[in-house]
Each structure stands twice: as structure tokens, then as C-alpha cells.
């Protein structure tokens, strides 16, 4: 990657008019780079763009609140693990999430962990 002394050079001799071929000849920079950077007007890196995208357990998660707050009178013995809410979940919702082939019970599992987490201190006002 041309530093930006050799970037404004470029630039420079783009705007007095030398072709791209003798921009080449003259730097030895790639053509498809020469054309990147007559053809940029922003050199400000782009921040990174990440779109949140909704839980796989959105729609669920009233269910699985109603069966957690169940388990609070029951033994703690007898209370919901995650496995059991994943398979309860997949028995009575037909709930199944594949992702590159596997089974993602690991990513529910966080999520679980989570949710639970979140609802064991979560303050009512």
C-alpha cells in the first residue's frame, strides 16, 4: 500500500493530466491501485458498520419467562436447566435452529445463561 506521499503524488500527476499507463511507468504502482486512488475523495478510514439483528430467542422468550418463574416455587433440584428448556423448547415449539450444519445448542445456551442471568437481577421498581 502507497504511503500518502506517493498517494498525492499520484493524484497530482492524475490531475495534470498523465494517463494512467504513465502514472504506472513513472511509480510502478498497479493500475487497479492508480485508479483507487484518482477515483477516491475520502481518505478517512470507514468505521466499522455492524447491524444488530433480533435474538432467535425473541418470540420465545415469554414462554421460557412463564416457565422460569414457574421453577421459583419448585425445588431447586427440579427447576429448568438449559438443556431441558432447549429440548422442551424443540419438543413443544418445534423449535430448531441449524447453523453450517450443527446443532446450535452452545449459542442457545449463552443466550440462556444470559436471559437468566438478566432476569436474576433485575430490579422492579
Not at 478517512?44 to 412463564?66: E, G, N
Not at 418445534?94 to 444470559?114: C, D, H, N, W, Y
Amino acid at each position: 500500500m502507497p504511503d500518502m506521499a506517493q498517494i498525492n503524488h499520484i493524484r497530482d500527476l492524475g490531475s495534470a493530466g498523465y494517463s494512467i499507463s504513465k502514472i504506472h511507468d513513472l511509480t510502478s504502482v498497479d493500475r487497479k491501485t492508480i485508479r483507487k486512488y484518482l477515483g477516491m475523495e475520502d481518505f478517512s478510514p470507514q468505521m466499522p458498520f455492524t447491524t444488530s439483528r433480533p435474538s432467535m430467542l425473541d418470540p420465545l422468550k415469554p414462554v421460557i419467562d412463564s416457565w422460569l418463574e414457574s421453577d421459583k416455587n419448585n425445588w431447586y433440584k427440579q427447576r429448568h436447566t438449559a438443556k431441558r428448556v432447549f429440548d422442551r423448547l424443540v419438543d413443544e415449539h418445534g423449535f430448531t435452529v441449524i447453523t453450517q450444519g450443527i446443532k446450535s445448542f452452545p449459542a442457545f445456551l449463552t443466550e440462556f445463561r444470559i436471559l437468566v442471568h438478566v432476569d436474576n437481577f433485575r430490579v422492579i421498581p
